[in-house]
């Protein structure tokens, strides 16, 4: 039987209920956040191991947790993505990450991060700053971000802690790849298809329905949580990376500088600059995936992807033991009523007209 005749609201529901198979029939389970800040990779022919902590600069939990990974693992250079003036800002002893963002407002670090990324006066200085606020008042209205989405782009206490582990273990430190510092706003600046009307009719008029639905699953997220719950509760690795491509499909040119440009500026400073068979890197969880992928890349160890099919795992027994059913019935209810039936991919038994025609008919 033909497999067109199945609606994509049938083929979803048997698919979805019959293929959700155990990891080891080759569907991988979701990790945690905790598995989600973790990715140590090695290279067996130059013995160089890589570990790769992420952070949300925001969750206490999450920042000792990767301390104690760090000190175990005794690297012998790290890499911390900030800027070098970040040191001077960081001094005494702090217990929460929202302690430490707050002691860095006061000192200065923001005035000090302000004036770094100012991009001057003038005329063309305000439409960007324009530019900016409305792209910001999307995001803040359209996704209901809360008001404190800002620290996850501040340096936690985790980067304090690693900023001590250094000075401890006597270790090369090194900055790289932060967020929004000078080079990052002049290629914002001058960006001209940084256009800020293309996110909201990206959003009302061309998302795909399973795009949209998962947006507002998010906007519920964002408004019934603070930004430290969803860090630590729904900020894993498949969560992250979906944001990652929503950004990509609502502002493509803006995600290229603050991510995907981000990302080769860490790598790159890995492989130029740090030093020893050791190395640890401490970034934002939206760059360790690109990270990840440019080192397996540079290294030979890109993994062995499986060939593409699209049916591999389309349960075409039950389908059709499921159409011939239907099929059946419709047979049944067609004789002892001497009606012809019309919609065939629908589980009712609708009598025929001319506005419900089939290819039956």
């Known amino acids: 039987m033909a497999l067109s005749r199945l609606s994509t609201v049938h083929y979803g529901a048997i698919v979805g209920s019959s293929t959700h198979k ?14 989600s800040l973790v990715v140590h990779l090695s290279d067996p022919k ?4 890589l570990l ?29 993505q900030t800027s070098p003036s970040f040191s001077k800002f960081c001094f005494g002893q702090w217990h929460s990450s929202e302690e430490f963002q707050n002691s860095l407002m006061k000192n200065g670090y923001y005035w000090d991060y302000i004036k770094r990324t100012h991009e001057g006066s003038g005329i063309k200085a305000a439409f960007f700053e324009t530019r900016k606020a409305l792209l910001s008042l999307w995001i803040n209205t359209v996704m209901r971000t809360p008001k404190d989405i800002w620290r996850l782009f501040v340096p936690g206490l985790d980067t304090k802690l690693m900023l001590d582990l250094s000075t401890k273990l006597k270790v090369d430190i090194h900055y790289a790849g932060e967020d929004f510092n000078c080079s990052a706003m002049e290629m914002l600046y001058r960006e001209t298809r940084m256009d800020t009307i293309y996110p909201y009719l990206k959003y009302y008029f061309g998302l795909n329905e399973g795009w949209e639905q998962e947006a507002r699953n998010w906007q519920v997220l964002f408004r019934s949580h603070t930004t430290k719950a969803l860090a630590e509760g729904h900020f894993n690795q498949d969560n992250v990376t979906w944001l990652v491509r929503f950004a990509e499909k609502m502002i ?16 790159w400073s890995i492989e130029k600059n740090m030093k020893g068979s050791k190395k640890l890197v401490l970034v934002n969880q939206w760059h360790m995936d690109g ?40 047979n049944v209810i067609e004789k002892r009523t001497g009606v012809p039936m019309a919609m065939p991919n629908s589980r009712e038994n609708t009598s025929y007209w001319d506005e419900n025609r089939s290819h039956y008919a």
Not at 46 to 49: A, I, L
Not at 253 to 266: R, S
Not at 306 to 323: G, I, R, Y
């Open 22 to 35: 155990p990891w080891e029939v080759g569907y991988a389970p979701r990790k945690s956040v905790a598995e």
């Open 252 to 267: 493509p040119h803006q995600k290229k500088v603050i991510i995907d440009k981000k990302n080769e500026d860490i790598f």
């Open 46 to 49: 130059t013995k160089e191991e």
């Open 291 to 330: 990270v990840q992928k440019l080192w397996r890349s540079y290294h030979g160890l890109e993994a062995p992807k499986k060939p593409m099919m699209s049916t591999h795992d389309l349960p075409l027994e039950e389908v059709q033991a499921w159409m011939r059913g239907k099929d059946y019935d419709r």
């Open 52 to 80: 790769i902590l992420g952070t949300s600069n925001i969750s206490t939990s999450n920042a000792y947790r990767n301390f104690e990974l760090a000190e175990k693992f005794a690297p012998s250079s790290i890499l911390l």
